[in-house]
Structures are given as C-alpha cells and as structure tokens.
Nanobody
Framework: VQLQAYGGGLVQAGGSLRLSCAAS????????MGWFRQAPGKERKFVAA????????YYADSGKGRFTISRDNAKKMVYLQMSSLKPEDTAVYYC?????????????????WGQGTLVTVSS
C-alpha cells in the first residue's frame, strides 16, 4: 500500500481544514487507517483511526469533538476533517495503514506511512 497525504496549509485559529490521503494497492480496502501528527521537536502522536469498513472510529483526546476521520474505499481515500483548529494543532500530519489494529494509537501497528502534509494554525 502506498499513501500520499495532502491538503495541509495555513489556517487561522478557529478555522477548518480537510486532509486527504490517497492510497494505492489492491488490498487497500482491507487495511485499517490512521492519522498521526508530529510537531517540531516532538514525537509523532496518534490523532485518529478508522477500521477497514469505516464502521469504527477512534480519536485521541486532543481531537475529540473537533476532528472527524472517514474513508471512501471505492475512491481509496481517507479523510481527516478538522475544525475549531488551535495553534497547538500545528504539525506535520501523516496517514498510515495497518493490516489490523488492536491498539489504534500504537505507531508500531502501522506498516505503511505517507509522506506527511504540514498544517500550520496561526493565532
């Protein structure tokens, strides 16, 4: 599975942004998908995940109520809709694919990673 994240940019605090992740590979629809983010000088952290069917979603506390993850298996796309953005949401956002999540927040469970897209939230 190859992944390419895009849709980042500069947005003011309180604004919204939708990130997209395009996947390639015949087995994409069988993978659980996640979003992580990495702020400058900090570790990469879990943001959200969705299971292969889209029926189950998981969120880090930092994004609950503000972020929504979704997927379109027909288009091989995963999305992260972000609203009420805060300066502390500034980071490079990565999408990732897992053959089967047990603990969505564990980076080790994801086999494939996209290249990242930068989100900058100004105050």
């Amino acid at each position: 599975v190859q992944l390419q994240a895009y849709g980042g940019g500069l947005v003011q605090a309180g604004g919204s942004l939708r990130l997209s992740c395009a996947a390639s590979g015949r087995t994409y629809s069988s993978y659980d998908m996640g979003w992580f983010r990495q702020a400058p000088g900090k570790e990469r952290k879990f943001v959200a995940a969705v299971n292969w069917s889209g029926g189950n979603t998981y969120y880090a506390d930092s994004g609950k109520g503000r972020f929504t993850i979704s997927r379109d298996n027909a288009k091989k796309m995963v999305y992260l809709q972000m609203s009420s953005l805060k300066p502390e949401d500034t980071a490079v956002y990565y999408c990732a694919a897992s053959p089967g999540l047990r603990i969505p927040a564990r980076r080790e469970e994801y086999d494939y990673w996209g290249q990242g897209t930068l989100v900058t939230v100004s105050s």
